[in-house]
């Protein structure tokens, strides 16, 4: 079946440092690839996508690149901010599958001023 | 544009009572609808999808239950909670059918069973 795997955290960054999460998947078909943010108490909240290969999502800063090769789809972002701390999810969706996302389990971000 | 409404946002049952928990879309035609659960501090469980009204797929056994009665209104019931129904509930719809696209959320219920 389906599965995405990524970093576990929690990670912990001093402001204005370089972020990456990995993230890696498989998947029975040709997955759309997502990136979620979770803020405390919240919902999830699309951060950016990808639809296929080599293609880059990018949003508020932070970007992600479609890898197939690698089956990849790592989020980065060159600088965070305090107001970047939530949860991480990664997803992918594949159109023979009812539309459902396999989510990975989440990586908590915590950035310090 | 398109809004997804979940309510309560909070809930405090004690165990062995009954739950309703109720999600609607405005602004779309059939969307497929599903049921998420997330435990303190770990991923996201999916419950149930609907991909159409009456349709409810179940992803694990379960003490729950859904339910879709309208085209844009999904239901999460429970005839007797549990201890362990416990967590995050969160509501989700998506374009369908046959497309990949994104998931839309809901803000959530905080159910606590006592």
């Known amino acids: 079946g389906d599965s995405v795997t990524q970093m576990e955290g929690p990670v912990t960054l001093s402001e204005e440092a370089f972020l990456t999460i990995n993230c890696t998947y498989t998947a029975t078909g040709y997955p759309s690839l997502f990136w979620y943010v979770q803020y405390p108490g919240e919902g999830l909240q699309l951060l950016l996508k990808a639809t296929k290969a080599d293609d880059k999502g990018s949003n508020k800063g932070f970007e992600a690149t479609y890898r197939k090769e690698t089956t990849s789809f790592h989020l980065e972002k060159g600088s965070v901010q305090v107001s970047d701390s939530a949860v991480y999810f990664c997803a992918l969706s594949v159109n023979t599958n009812a539309g459902k996302s396999t989510f990975g389990d989440g990586t908590t971000l915590t950035v310090k001023p | 544009s398109q809004t997804i409404h979940q309510w309560p946002a909070t809930l405090v049952q004690p165990v062995g009572s009954p739950l309703s928990l109720e999600c609607t879309v405005e602004g779309t035609s059939n969307p497929n609808l599903y049921w998420y659960r997330q435990a303190a501090g770990r991923g996201l469980q999916l419950l149930f999808y609907s991909v159409g009204i009456g349709q409810i797929s179940s992803e694990v056994p379960q003490n729950l239950s859904a339910s879709r009665p309208q085209d844009r209104q999904f239901i999460l019931s429970s005839k007797k909670l549990l201890l362990s129904d416990s967590g995050f509930y969160l509501c989700?719809?998506?374009?369908?059918?046959?497309?990949?696209?994104?998931?839309?959320f809901g803000q959530g219920t905080r159910l606590t069973v006592v």
């Open positions: 989700a719809w998506s374009l369908g059918p046959g497309v990949s696209t994104e998931a839309f």
